[in-house]
């Protein structure tokens, strides 16, 4: 007992000291509020809300009354400055309590209208019974309808049934009756429900009003009150929206009874209704299931939508019915559903629908991507091995879409099909879902196949290997050094990048015929490094390379300089200056130049400024001039403003006028 | 859409008086589209962020703009001419005289051949006109972040499910493929159990005292001060401006936590699955030396704002197994690799896929289903804006219940869950 009474002692002390330090803060923060510098009243306004919040923490209570006292004498003391004033208010409105009742109440009877809002707000939100009586006092005296609006808006927030009478009496003026009905409809007494109820109809806002004290009543329970005013606000002469808003209200208020009202609005022509009650029956399961289905057929489109929206798998055979119905809206609709419910008895209807090309294509290989009920998947594996050529099709498309990896073995049947659809979606079904233990049984069809669709499937698999180098050897020794099917891997190899890749897709493109040259080539340009850079360069030098080979290599070093971003700068600008001697045409040229604007090197600024000059380029040397000093400026200022300079002197064009003005504004 | 005989005869006499407009031809303008079968639209807050939306909305064939409405004159009537422009080039006489334009936004609730709204004002304005559409029995779109109070979002959210409205609201990163995706591998468990997410908002700067300058002929101050406190009018106060303006000030948003907290937060709700719940926590930045603003879910998930290893992205959500990080721009990166190539297995979630946010909007009006980012979606993320927002301000931790949508144990902190009105404005 002792020690604790030691506490309570100490802790009462730490409290005044607080207390003591706070008042004195707040006065000291007085002029800096009211500082003739209005930029300069911030740092103290900070310092004030600072002050406010910490004595406001939970186990604050002594100095946050403290506080409160504090704020609100100087508040609603005149000879404190108008913005301290204001100020003061606004965090009282945070964490005032009773202690600041009677402050607030002198200034909401004050002549400054400022004050006086701040004051009413403030009120409003503190939790004092007595804040109350001050605003209803205020209300009797108010005379402009403004400031009533504010009152009476402040009473309904506090739910204040004393007020119910005196704002009751501002009903029936043009300028407060949606604040009194809103009021009303916050207080939601039975008095304040039985004075808004004769105005349904007559004032907009009675119906709002009424809404909000039928919730009101049925979140504390007083059901039956609830009951009558949902049922009056359903009544047909009513707006729609505020039906369909007493609709919903029943389903909270009174489920056992909503029955007959869902079947009014189902059977309604508006389309509002129709929704609500589509929705509450449909969240009910299986209460107001069979509701839906019996009236689906007499419903609107629209309707009929939202009711397949809603059905569970149970529905599936209507949802396949209504897959043939003539209204788009309702066929897409009841695609949809059979994704998200359908089982196997879905899944025909879905690759009818896929198969062909009509509207509802695309809906329907969503839904087969994503349709997962009792059999969907195998019935989707089932129809990809046999059957139409077209339904086949849509089945292979669609185990890609699902990743259905399950699925390889019927993929690797289907490659070798004699239709050339099947086998193309086959192939790329593969290279989507095959995985690195199919490499090799993939890479023996490839080496068979030969086909862009069979390279395009290796390719893809290739890029999601983690072993590369062992990969590189499987697809090597299934090529066997036999040129076609070197070439129908090229892709995959330039994909793995190994060591074993390079010196085999050398060869090809040294030796192999134009076809298997090409593809070569092409796979050299895209290395994942610059090693492909030698061999594409030894193509571009020889004298008797076919032009159409040659312009392959120079493409190819130019895109392996713009896309190693990760190399040495160096090695990049090498690469590319060698690039430019070897190529013979133009087009070569330019694609070099390109590359070059990527390389932010002095090098790179100088070949470009030399072909500034250069009737046939100059052009592309402006355009890539501008891109590389835009890169530069921020490393190498001197040499991009010398870049941009002389692109503002070359005159190409406004445009790159423009960017050469911001670069040597830089 | 089902058209009822009122609805119908309601937009024909509606159209009756551009009908009378010499040149005039609504074949012409909206081609198939017969005036019951358009959608007819006003516009509420005509500044930067409606720039890209009016365009977009006055070039569709199934929608019809007759209003528009701002607090400045000058910027309406503009609004006006650009609308009538737009359709004027679509008439045989290169003229069109129909699109009304009011200074209060009252006045569009009143007309009732406008189907819906689109509201692209400061936060402030957010739910009052969103609430006034609902109950007027119109449709809304609404700008991020939905509500500039948490109490504001459940009024908002209980109205549009009460009646059957239609509200999108403009987190358009739902519409993008990229976080879609993103959110798909996370929900997925592709990258493990999510332990941490890094969201990247950048700063405004701070808020400051304004000194009083004249307001500008044919600005309504007042009404675009709507619900807030008053202040002396200064330009930057009211300035509409992706870097700072309006967007700076508590009083009419939650700073960067409202701006792109509302996308990159309500992504990684998505993500989550929360939303129709949120975190429980939220941490400010500084707070017993914590180096970011964080929030945490329930299941330990912990959100740091603007850390700075983002590897170039947005978001970023790290795994037990995985990264996921994803931008806009359509970008999107995994640890591992291969991740984002993978496509999603049967049994997989497949989240709601919309490709075009406003178009969404417009589809889901059409046919009465919800659109991708409903009332309650953007509720609970501007929840998190604004808890966010008040932790910053009070300087301490809040323990937060979503189920309640009650801040826990401190009944101070607790009164921010709303702010009081300024008279008149008060109606919500």
Same mark, same amino acid.
């Given at each position: 007992m002792k020690a604790f009474l030691t506490m309570f002692v100490l802790g009462s002390l730490a409290f005044s000291a607080a207390g003591a330090d706070d008042a004195a803060a707040v006065r000291g923060l007085i002029p800096r509020l009211a500082?003739?510098?209005?930029?300069?009243?911030y740092a103290a306004q900070m310092e004030l809300q600072d002050l406010a919040s910490q004595s406001s923490q939970p186990g604050q209570a002594a100095r946050r009354e403290a506080l409160g006292r504090v704020l609100a004498a100087q508040a609603a003391d005149p000879a404190t400055p108008q913005p301290a004033r204001v100020w003061m208010v606004r965090q009282l409105e945070y964490m005032g309590g009773a202690e600041a009742v009677p402050s607030l109440a002198s200034l909401l009877a004050g002549d400054e209208p400022e004050l006086r809002d701040c004051a009413r707000r403030a009120l409003e939100k503190n939790p004092a019974p007595e804040a109350s009586a001050s605003l209803r006092r205020a209300l009797e005296k108010a005379g402009e309808a403004r400031e009533q609006i504010g009152l009476i808006h402040s009473l309904g927030q506090r739910a204040d049934a004393e007020s119910a009478a005196l704002i009751v009496r501002h009903l029936d003026r043009e300028a407060t009756a949606a604040a009194a009905a809103m009021a009303l409809g916050r207080i939601a007494t039975p008095a304040a429900a039985a004075a808004l109820a004769p105005l349904l109809g007559r004032n907009p806002a009675a119906g709002e009003g009424l809404m909000e004290a039928a919730s009101r009543m049925s979140a504390r329970g007083d059901i039956a009150a609830a009951q009558d005013l949902y049922r009056r606000l359903w009544a +047909?002469?009513?707006p729609v929206a505020l039906r369909a808003a007493a609709l919903s209200g029943m389903e909270t208020a009174a489920p056992a009874v909503l029955r007959p009202m869902l079947r009014e609005a189902l059977n309604s022509n508006e389309p509002r209704l129709q929704q609500v009650a589509i929705r509450i029956a449909g969240g009910a399961g299986a209460r107001f299931g069979r509701m839906l289905l019996n009236r689906y057929a007499a419903l609107p489109a629209p309707a009929r939508a939202q009711v397949l929206s809603v059905?569970?798998?149970? +529905?599936e055979t209507r949802i396949i019915e209504a897959v043939q119905e003539p209204e788009p809206d309702v066929r897409r609709a009841a695609i949809e559903a059979l994704g998200r419910v359908g089982g196997s008895a879905g899944v025909p209807a879905l690759l009818n629908i896929a198969g062909a090309d009509g509207p509802d294509k695309n809906a329907a290989v969503l839904a087969l991507a994503r349709i997962s009920g009792e059999g969907a998947a195998a019935e989707i594996r089932k129809a990809a091995g046999a059957g139409p050529a077209n339904l086949r099709v849509a089945a292979l498309n669609a185990l890609a879409d699902r990743g259905q990896a399950a699925a390889i073995p019927t993929l690797l049947e289907a490659v070798a099909e004699p239709d050339a659809a099947v086998q193309k979606a086959a192939w790329a079904a593969l290279g989507k879902l095959g995985a690195e233990r199919e490499i090799e049984s993939v890479g023996g069809l490839v080496a068979r196949d030969k086909s862009s669709e069979a390279s395009a499937a290796i390719e893809a698999i290739a890029a999601r290997v983690a072993d590369k180098k062992a990969a590189a050897r499987k697809l090597l020794a299934l090529a066997g050094g036999r040129e076609a099917e070197l070439a129908s891997m090229a892709g995959a190899l330039s994909v793995l990048g190994a060591e074993a890749g390079l010196a085999a897709l050398d060869r090809l493109a040294a030796s192999g015929g134009a076809g298997s040259q090409e593809r070569a080539l092409v796979a050299l340009g895209r290395w994942p490094t610059l090693d492909a850079v030698q061999p594409l360069l030894a193509i571009a030098r020889r004298a008797d390379a076919p032009e159409r080979a040659q312009s392959l290599a120079i493409e190819g070093v130019a895109r392996l300089v713009e896309s190693s971003g990760r190399s040495p700068l160096d090695a990049r600008v090498e690469a590319a200056l060698a690039a430019l001697a070897a190529a013979k045409q133009d087009t070569g040229k330019k694609a070099v130049l390109a590359a070059l604007a990527t390389v932010p090197h002095p090098e790179s600024a100088r070949v470009i400024q030399s072909m500034l000059g250069d009737p046939k380029f100059r052009s592309e040397a402006a355009q890539a001039g501008i891109e590389l000093a835009e890169l530069l400026v921020s490393t190498h200022r001197d040499l991009a403003h010398e870049l941009a300079r002389a692109i503002q002197q070359a005159g190409i064009s406004t445009m790159l006028g423009r960017r050469a003005g911001a670069v040597l504004r830089r | 859409m089902k058209t009822t005989r009122r609805s119908f005869l309601k937009r024909t006499l509606g159209a009756g008086a551009a009908l009378?407009?010499?040149?005039?031809a609504p074949g012409a303008l909206w081609g198939q589209n017969a005036p019951s079968n358009r959608i007819t639209i006003g516009l509420i807050g005509m500044g930067l962020q409606m720039g890209g939306h009016r365009g977009g909305m006055t070039g569709r064939q199934d929608v019809q703009v007759l209003a528009v409405c701002d607090v400045h004159r000058g910027r309406l009537q503009a609004a006006k001419a650009a609308v009538e422009s737009a359709y004027s080039q679509r008439t045989a006489s290169g003229s069109y005289k129909g699109c009304a334009a009011y200074h209060e936004y009252e006045r569009v609730m009143e007309r009732g051949d406008i189907d819906a709204v689109m509201i692209c004002t400061p936060d402030h304005w957010h739910a009052p006109i969103s609430v006034a559409a609902m109950r007027s029995g119109k449709d809304v779109f609404v700008q991020k972040p939905m509500t500039l109070t948490i109490r504001e979002g459940r009024i908002m959210s209980d109205v549009a499910r009460q009646r059957g409205a239609i509200l999108q609201v403009g987190s358009q990163q739902r519409s993008e493929r990229a976080f879609r995706r993103a959110c798909e591998m996370v929900r997925n468990g592709w990258i493990g159990k999510v332990k941490t997410i890094y969201a990247s908002l950048g700063e405004f700067p701070p808020p400051r005292t304004l000194p009083e300058q004249p307001i500008p002929e044919g600005f309504d101050y007042d009404r675009w001060l709507g619900p807030t406190p008053w202040y002396p009018y200064h330009p930057d106060r009211v300035k509409g401006d992706y870097g700072g303006g309006w967007r700076c000030f508590w009083d009419y948003g939650s700073r960067k936590n409202g701006d792109w907290g509302a996308h990159h937060f309500d992504i990684i709700q998505w993500a989550l699955g929360q939303d129709d719940s949120g975190p429980v926590e939220f941490i400010p930045k500084g707070y017993e030396g914590a180096e970011f603003q964080t929030h945490v879910y329930g299941d330990g998930v912990r959100v740091l704002r603007n850390h700075p290893d983002m590897k170039g992205h947005m978001i970023r959500f790290i795994g037990e197994k995985g990264e996921v990080l994803v931008s806009r721009g359509d970008r999107l990166d995994t640890v591992p690799a291969g991740l984002k190539d993978q496509p999603p297995g049967p049994a997989d979630v497949r989240l709601y896929e919309s490709r075009n946010h406003d178009d969404n909007w417009i589809q889901s009006i059409r046919s009465r289903r919800p659109p991708i980012c409903p009332a309650e979606i953007g509720h609970r993320t501007a929840t998190i804006c604004h808890l966010s927002g008040i932790a910053e301000r009070l300087k301490r931790p809040l323990r937060w219940d979503p189920a309640q949508e009650q801040i826990v144990g401190d009944p101070e902190a607790s009164r921010w869950l709303d702010r009081p009105r300024r008279a008149p404005y008060v109606y919500i």
């Open positions: 500082d003739p510098d209005v930029s300069a009243r +047909a002469e009513n059905l569970d798998s149970s +529905a | 009378a407009m010499p040149g005039f």
